[in-house]
């Protein structure tokens, strides 16, 4: 159902809540039916409070001339006639409103169609004068190729009696060059064969060479073995001495700590000899000092008047 008859409706119910509460028709206004529903328009909801007003004035004034049972059935009547009538009026206005989508969806896609013919339309036109371009160069392009055909032609059958007389020429020049060839290959099997004998002995001079080397070589490897025999000798009798010498040099090794610990400990006792001397040179000092200060203190002492006397005689 739409919103417009939505509202429609509720405002019919609204009104019916308010007259069942004591009010009368003629007092309900488009505010208090607002204030109810709380949706639509106020100009909708004008229209159909204004059609609901004069069906229950109609309502009433017919109430007023008919008896109350007769008044009842019709307006029970047209009560439910006229909520049918809302049924049928929303569930064809929902028809119309899908009809209405579905037309708008159809027509938008035709619009796209349509579009998208016009594109190929247009794409289609633009082959077309393309292939007429090509069309028109290709009609170019065959003369000037037909043109090109006959010169090629005309070139070709020059070309073909140029080649006849060069046919004639090279093979006569051909049997020239047979003629001297086989000249030289004569000429060159003799020198070849000259050159082979010379070869042939060159390779006999040098296989005897070759020989005297290879005896020379022998006697050297027996002189090298021999003098690889007196190294391998020489160098045992290196490595006895050395091993003798490294026995000489662990008790020299041995000889030297045990020295260098005399050392140390004659060092350390020179050294405490010498911290002895200073020591009693510093109590001679100290002695002297003290016999000085007591010499001082006798040559200022003053002496008896008998020691006096004593000297005097003398």
Known sequence: MSRISDTRLRTREAAARLVATGRRPHEITVDLIYAEIRQGSRTTINDELKLWKDEQARNDALAAALPASVADAMRSLWALAVEHGEQVFAARGEELEREAVESTARAESLGTSLAALEAQVQTLRAQLEERETRLAAAAAGLARSQAEREAALQTAQAVAAERDAARVQSGEALRTAQDTHARELEAQRAE????????????????????????????????????????????????????????????????????RRLADRHEKQLASVIDEARELRRDRDTLAQQVASLQGQLKARPQPAGARQGKARS
């Open 192 to 259: 070849h064969a000259g050159r082979e004998a010379a070869l042939r002995a060159q390779i006999d001079q040098a296989a005897s060479r070759l020989e005297s080397v290879q005896k020379h070589v022998l006697l050297q490897s027996e002189e090298a073995r021999g003098a690889q025999r007196r190294a391998e000798t020489a160098l045992d009798r290196a490595q006895q001495r050395n091993e003798q010498l490294v026995g000489d040099v662990q008790r020299l090794a041995a000889e030297a700590a045990e020295q």
